[in-house]
Nanobody, 121 residues
Framework: QVQLVESGGGLVQAGGSLRLSCAAS????????MAWFRQAPGKEREFVAV???????IYADSVKGRFTISRDSAKITVYLQMMSLTPEDTAVYYC???????????????WGQGTQVTVSS
């Protein structure tokens, strides 16, 4: 069973940057679509970005041009580079994996535990 472990969250000032990492436990992950979702307090979990095994990517409009998703097959890890952060980016960020491409939370079978990102104004 694929296990996902996120890291890299923290507290950052508005305008700053953070890089999140999501390490998978099995090389099967390299064939999966890997996505980032986030959930702010009192809000539903929402799609942020997804990357396919060939490197194709899709971003939510709210992060397009500021966030970059990438993956390293040798390290079995997916990254989310976040720049120009605003307080509206404050949320718990989750890594997710599935065999099929989707932007929907319910489509993903495997989830990490989440990592907190807090952006101060």
């Amino acid at each position: 069973q694929v296990q996902l472990v996120e890291s890299g969250g923290g507290l950052v000032q508005a305008g700053g940057s953070l890089r999140l990492s999501c390490a998978a436990s099995d090389r099967t992950f390299n064939t999966y679509y890997m996505a980032w979702f986030r959930q702010a307090p009192g809000k539903e979990r929402e799609f942020v970005a997804v990357i396919g095994s060939s490197g194709n990517t899709i971003y939510a409009d709210s992060v397009k041009g500021r966030f970059t998703i990438s993956r390293d097959s040798a390290k079995i890890t997916v990254y989310l580079q976040m720049m120009s952060l605003t307080p509206e980016d404050t949320a718990v960020y989750y890594c997710a994996a599935d065999r099929y491409l989707s932007l929907r939370v319910r489509a993903y079978d495997y989830w990490g535990q989440g990592t907190q990102v807090t952006v101060s104004s």
